[in-house]
Protein backbone atom coordinates (compact mmCIF):
# COMPACT_ATOMS: atom_id res chain seq x y z
CA UNK A 1 0.00 0.00 0.00
CA UNK A 2 1.68 3.44 -0.63
CA UNK A 3 2.60 5.20 2.33
CA UNK A 4 0.99 8.59 3.32
CA UNK A 5 4.36 10.18 2.02
CA UNK A 6 3.64 8.49 -1.54
CA UNK A 7 0.15 10.02 -1.51
CA UNK A 8 0.93 13.24 0.20
CA UNK A 9 4.00 13.80 -2.53
CA UNK A 10 1.10 12.96 -5.53
CA UNK A 11 -0.55 15.83 -3.98
CA UNK A 12 2.01 18.45 -3.73
CA UNK A 13 2.75 17.62 -7.83
CA UNK A 14 -0.49 17.70 -8.87
CA UNK A 15 -0.78 21.50 -7.06
CA UNK A 16 2.46 22.15 -8.63
CA UNK A 17 1.75 21.26 -12.13
CA UNK A 18 0.28 24.56 -13.37
CA UNK A 19 3.14 26.43 -12.11
CA UNK A 20 5.77 23.75 -13.57
CA UNK A 21 3.67 24.49 -16.88
CA UNK A 22 3.77 28.00 -16.70
CA UNK A 23 7.69 27.65 -16.25
CA UNK A 24 8.13 25.37 -18.86
CA UNK A 25 6.33 27.35 -21.91
CA UNK A 26 7.76 30.74 -20.30
CA UNK A 27 11.47 29.20 -20.53
CA UNK A 28 10.88 27.64 -23.88
CA UNK A 29 9.54 30.67 -25.71
CA UNK A 30 12.08 32.85 -23.04
CA UNK A 31 9.19 34.72 -22.84
CA UNK A 32 8.03 35.64 -19.13
CA UNK A 33 4.57 36.17 -20.21
CA UNK A 34 3.90 33.31 -21.91
CA UNK A 35 0.91 30.88 -20.43
CA UNK A 36 0.72 27.09 -21.03
CA UNK A 37 -2.79 25.69 -22.73
CA UNK A 38 -5.32 23.80 -20.91
CA UNK A 39 -3.91 20.72 -22.08
CA UNK A 40 -0.56 21.25 -21.11
CA UNK A 41 -1.47 22.02 -17.55
CA UNK A 42 -3.12 19.24 -17.41
CA UNK A 43 -0.95 16.68 -18.88
CA UNK A 44 1.95 18.65 -16.73
CA UNK A 45 0.38 18.23 -13.15
CA UNK A 46 -0.15 14.11 -13.79
CA UNK A 47 3.21 13.83 -14.96
CA UNK A 48 4.53 15.80 -11.85
CA UNK A 49 2.22 13.71 -9.19
CA UNK A 50 3.59 10.79 -10.69
CA UNK A 51 6.80 11.87 -10.73
CA UNK A 52 6.86 13.24 -7.30
CA UNK A 53 5.35 10.81 -5.90
CA UNK A 54 7.93 8.19 -7.39
CA UNK A 55 10.24 9.82 -4.63
CA UNK A 56 8.96 7.81 -1.27
CA UNK A 57 7.12 5.32 -3.42
CA UNK A 58 11.12 4.53 -4.78
CA UNK A 59 13.13 4.72 -1.58
CA UNK A 60 10.85 4.43 0.92
CA UNK A 61 10.13 7.38 4.00
CA UNK A 62 13.36 9.02 4.07
CA UNK A 63 15.45 12.05 2.89
CA UNK A 64 15.99 10.76 -0.02
CA UNK A 65 12.68 10.75 -1.09
CA UNK A 66 13.12 14.38 -1.79
CA UNK A 67 15.63 14.09 -3.73
CA UNK A 68 14.29 11.64 -6.04
CA UNK A 69 11.17 14.18 -5.83
CA UNK A 70 13.03 17.17 -6.82
CA UNK A 71 14.32 15.07 -9.67
CA UNK A 72 10.75 14.33 -10.96
CA UNK A 73 9.74 18.02 -10.78
CA UNK A 74 12.77 19.18 -12.50
CA UNK A 75 12.25 16.28 -15.08
CA UNK A 76 9.07 17.35 -16.21
CA UNK A 77 9.73 20.71 -17.18
CA UNK A 78 13.39 19.67 -18.68
CA UNK A 79 11.45 17.40 -20.83
CA UNK A 80 9.03 20.10 -21.56
CA UNK A 81 11.39 23.23 -22.45
CA UNK A 82 13.57 20.36 -24.81
CA UNK A 83 10.95 18.88 -26.58
CA UNK A 84 9.53 22.87 -27.86
CA UNK A 85 13.26 24.57 -27.74
CA UNK A 86 15.89 21.75 -28.19
CA UNK A 87 17.27 23.11 -24.73
CA UNK A 88 17.52 22.04 -21.33
CA UNK A 89 18.21 25.32 -19.19
CA UNK A 90 20.85 25.70 -16.62
CA UNK A 91 17.90 27.72 -14.10
CA UNK A 92 16.69 24.00 -13.53
CA UNK A 93 19.69 21.94 -13.97
CA UNK A 94 21.60 23.87 -11.46
CA UNK A 95 18.84 23.83 -8.88
CA UNK A 96 18.14 20.17 -9.64
CA UNK A 97 21.49 18.95 -8.88
CA UNK A 98 22.06 21.30 -5.40
CA UNK A 99 18.85 20.41 -3.99
CA UNK A 100 19.64 16.53 -4.85
CA UNK A 101 22.63 16.69 -3.59
CA UNK A 102 21.82 18.11 -0.60
CA UNK A 103 18.85 15.77 0.14
CA UNK A 104 21.18 13.00 -0.47
CA UNK A 105 23.49 14.52 2.14
CA UNK A 106 21.28 14.61 4.53
CA UNK A 107 19.97 10.99 4.12
CA UNK A 108 23.55 10.04 4.59
CA UNK A 109 23.87 11.79 7.67
CA UNK A 110 20.42 10.58 9.00
CA UNK A 111 20.90 7.05 7.84
CA UNK A 112 24.23 6.73 8.85
CA UNK A 113 25.69 5.63 5.41
CA UNK A 114 27.72 7.55 3.02
CA UNK A 115 28.55 4.81 0.85
CA UNK A 116 25.62 5.39 -1.49
CA UNK A 117 26.31 9.76 -1.06
CA UNK A 118 30.26 9.24 -2.09
CA UNK A 119 28.83 6.82 -5.06
CA UNK A 120 26.64 9.68 -6.06
CA UNK A 121 29.14 12.21 -6.40
CA UNK A 122 31.49 10.30 -8.27
CA UNK A 123 29.04 9.16 -10.45
CA UNK A 124 28.24 12.40 -11.16
CA UNK A 125 31.77 13.36 -11.88
CA UNK A 126 32.32 10.08 -14.69
CA UNK A 127 28.66 11.07 -16.17
CA UNK A 128 29.67 14.69 -16.59
CA UNK A 129 32.96 13.58 -17.72
CA UNK A 130 32.14 10.88 -20.58
CA UNK A 131 29.42 14.12 -22.20
CA UNK A 132 32.32 16.15 -22.26
CA UNK A 133 34.47 13.53 -24.23
CA UNK A 134 31.34 13.02 -25.92
CA UNK A 135 30.79 16.49 -27.16
CA UNK A 136 34.65 16.82 -28.42
CA UNK A 137 34.43 13.92 -30.38
CA UNK A 138 31.06 15.18 -32.02
CA UNK A 139 30.23 18.61 -31.18
CA UNK A 140 26.79 18.40 -32.94
CA UNK A 141 25.39 15.65 -31.22
CA UNK A 142 25.55 16.14 -27.62
CA UNK A 143 24.63 19.90 -26.39
CA UNK A 144 25.79 21.57 -23.22
CA UNK A 145 22.70 21.12 -21.47
CA UNK A 146 23.16 17.35 -21.95
CA UNK A 147 26.41 17.03 -20.45
CA UNK A 148 24.98 19.28 -17.58
CA UNK A 149 22.08 16.49 -17.09
CA UNK A 150 24.61 13.49 -17.67
CA UNK A 151 26.03 15.37 -14.46
CA UNK A 152 22.68 15.28 -12.90
CA UNK A 153 21.45 11.93 -14.09
CA UNK A 154 25.37 10.60 -12.37
CA UNK A 155 24.14 12.06 -8.99
CA UNK A 156 20.61 10.64 -8.67
CA UNK A 157 21.30 7.24 -10.40
CA UNK A 158 24.75 6.70 -9.18
CA UNK A 159 23.36 7.09 -5.62
CA UNK A 160 21.16 4.20 -6.63
CA UNK A 161 23.64 2.47 -7.96
CA UNK A 162 26.16 1.92 -11.03
CA UNK A 163 23.76 -0.93 -12.30
CA UNK A 164 21.36 1.43 -12.30
CA UNK A 165 23.10 4.56 -14.08
CA UNK A 166 24.65 2.07 -16.54
CA UNK A 167 20.77 0.81 -17.17
CA UNK A 168 18.94 4.35 -17.31
CA UNK A 169 21.86 5.76 -20.09
CA UNK A 170 21.20 2.10 -21.94
CA UNK A 171 17.70 2.52 -21.98
CA UNK A 172 17.61 6.42 -22.60
CA UNK A 173 19.88 5.57 -25.96
CA UNK A 174 17.43 2.90 -26.79
CA UNK A 175 14.50 5.28 -26.26
CA UNK A 176 15.79 7.77 -28.20
CA UNK A 177 17.04 5.77 -31.09
CA UNK A 178 13.69 4.35 -31.72
CA UNK A 179 11.91 7.81 -31.36
CA UNK A 180 14.29 9.01 -34.45
CA UNK A 181 13.53 6.16 -36.28
CA UNK A 182 9.48 6.36 -35.70
CA UNK A 183 9.86 9.95 -36.55
CA UNK A 184 11.69 9.07 -39.96
CA UNK A 185 9.63 6.72 -40.71
CA UNK A 186 6.53 9.12 -40.08
CA UNK A 187 8.38 11.59 -42.00
CA UNK A 188 8.56 14.15 -39.25
CA UNK A 189 12.22 13.93 -39.34
CA UNK A 190 15.00 13.36 -41.60
CA UNK A 191 18.76 11.74 -41.30
CA UNK A 192 20.04 14.86 -40.34
CA UNK A 193 17.29 16.30 -37.87
CA UNK A 194 18.48 17.05 -34.50
CA UNK A 195 16.21 15.45 -31.88
CA UNK A 196 16.38 16.21 -28.30
CA UNK A 197 18.22 14.13 -26.18
CA UNK A 198 17.33 15.11 -22.79
CA UNK A 199 13.81 13.34 -23.05
CA UNK A 200 14.87 9.78 -23.70
CA UNK A 201 17.45 10.21 -20.97
CA UNK A 202 15.16 10.86 -18.42
CA UNK A 203 12.87 7.83 -19.68
CA UNK A 204 15.74 5.84 -19.43
CA UNK A 205 16.49 7.03 -15.84
CA UNK A 206 13.10 6.73 -14.65
CA UNK A 207 12.41 2.72 -16.19
CA UNK A 208 15.79 2.10 -14.58
CA UNK A 209 14.78 3.38 -11.11
CA UNK A 210 11.72 1.58 -11.10
CA UNK A 211 13.22 -1.57 -12.39
CA UNK A 212 15.98 -1.48 -9.45
CA UNK A 213 13.46 -0.93 -6.42
CA UNK A 214 13.71 -0.31 -3.76
CA UNK A 215 16.73 1.95 -3.83
CA UNK A 216 19.39 2.60 -3.14
CA UNK A 217 20.98 -0.98 -3.91
CA UNK A 218 23.74 -2.52 -2.08
Known sequence: MPSALT????????????????????LAQRNLAARPTPVRVA?????????????PALTGDRPAAVALA???????????????????PDRVTYPALAGC??????????????GAVLRAAVAAVAAAGAGVAARVASP????????????????????AGWGVLLGGVLVGLL??????????AAGRAGWRTRVPF???????????????????LA
Open 7 to 26: FAAAVAGLLLGPWLAAVTVR
Open 198 to 216: GPPLLVGAWVAMWLAAPLP
Open 70 to 88: WFGAAAVVLAGVDLRAHRL
Open 175 to 184: VGALGSVLLI
Open 43 to 55: VTSLLAAGLVAAG
Open 140 to 159: AALGRGDVKLLGLLGVVLGW
Open 101 to 114: GVALLTDAVVTGDA
